[in-house]
């Protein structure tokens, strides 16, 4: 009976030790190639995740779409069916929370740097703050880059892209941008966009070009401009209630790992995009086209009047405070 005890009871201390040693697994699902500033990023912070928790938390990254597509990730986060995301901040529209579309008003930001006042400083803090009441913590902001216009014809000038079907993410101030182009927008999916373009369901698209090259848009798309019209990045989030019932010590040691793979991100997103250029112009496959100041000044006149159509959908106020970090002044082009 003593011995029957006995091996009840280290049975029972074997198995609690077993699943003491389980890690705490996030899966961290995103729509890109692993290639990009945004995969290469979700693969550093596996890393440092993983080292610094000393194998307490497994980090599993599934790249383009393999687990979720744009519309479904959302909705799998809230759920909990994934811990972490890095969605495009032009997608947080859907969930309701419009302000992250400031970042999609063309010509807002001119480079980096000014980006960096604002998604590193008390805007972006703001910013981030946004997403609690929806389940969500933002962790951090990944860049990527500026987009530029692709399509079947030639584009020099923003007639270029009158009646035009232009893919675009799921954000209105993209549509409106598509409008004052007199282009029609068309929201798809990231992981179908190649198969829109190849089959001439949309004629063009934007994107940075790590996203076009390594999706191989173009080997579907003739031309490429250029424009670097408008940024694209990306907010690092993860379930709330998942971050919050973490131990301590992992939370701060995960902390300790976004903060390393930011940097890294924000290190490599220009050097991605220009190598992706590089691969495209090689290629030969289309033709890349950079404008002239003139050439690249008539877009930016003909697409600064959306920062103003679009204050009632991302706030005035929000607006202006990124002109104030930035010095941008719409009335001086
Ligand atoms: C797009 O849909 O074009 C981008 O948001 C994809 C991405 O995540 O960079």
Do not use: C
């Amino acid at each position: 009976m003593k011995f029957r005890t006995l091996l009840v009871g280290l049975a029972a201390m074997f198995s609690l030790t077993a699943f003491a040693q389980q890690p705490i697994v996030i899966k961290f699902s995103h729509v890109v190639a692993h290639d990009t500033p945004k995969g290469l990023a979700a693969d550093f912070f596996k890393k440092k995740a993983e080292e610094l928790t000393k194998g307490r938390v497994k980090v599993e990254v599934y790249p383009n779409s393999t687990l979720y597509k744009d519309k479904e990730e959302m909705e799998a986060l809230q759920l909990g069916a994934v811990q972490m995301l890095a969605p495009s901040l032009a997608k947080f529209g859907p969930l309701g929370v419009k302000d992250f579309e400031v970042f999609d008003l063309p010509f807002i930001f001119d480079d980096y740097n000014q980006l960096h006042k604002v998604t590193q400083g008390p805007v972006g803090k703001q910013l981030l703050a946004k997403l609690e009441p929806k389940g969500i913590k933002g962790l951090a902001f990944w860049d990527n880059g500026f987009k530029s216009f692709s399509a079947n014809t030639p584009i020099k000038t923003p007639a270029d892209l009158k009646g035009k079907k232009m893919r675009i993410q799921s954000s209105k101030v993209l549509e409106e941008q598509m409008r004052a182009l007199g282009a029609l927008p068309q929201v798809i999916g990231f992981g179908e966009v190649y198969q829109a373009l190849q089959t001439g369901v949309v004629d063009g698209t934007e994107n940075p070009i790590s996203n076009l090259y390594t999706q191989k848009m173009h080997e579907v798309q003739k031309y490429l401009t250029l424009t670097e019209h408008g940024y694209l990045g990306y907010a690092v989030i993860v379930n709330k209630k998942f971050w919050d019932g973490l131990p301590a010590d992992i939370r701060k040691e995960l902390d300790d790992a976004m903060e390393q793979a930011t940097r890294y991100a924000n290190q490599i997103a220009k050097v991605e995009n220009d190598n992706a250029l590089e691969a495209v112009k090689k290629s030969g496959k289309t033709v890349v086209y950079t404008p002239t100041k003139e050439e690249r000044l008539a877009f930016k006149k003909a697409l600064v009047p959306v920062h103003q159509k679009m204050e009632s959908r991302v706030g005035k106020d929000l607006i202006q405070s990124i002109y104030k970090e930035t010095g941008f002044d719409p009335d001086k082009l």
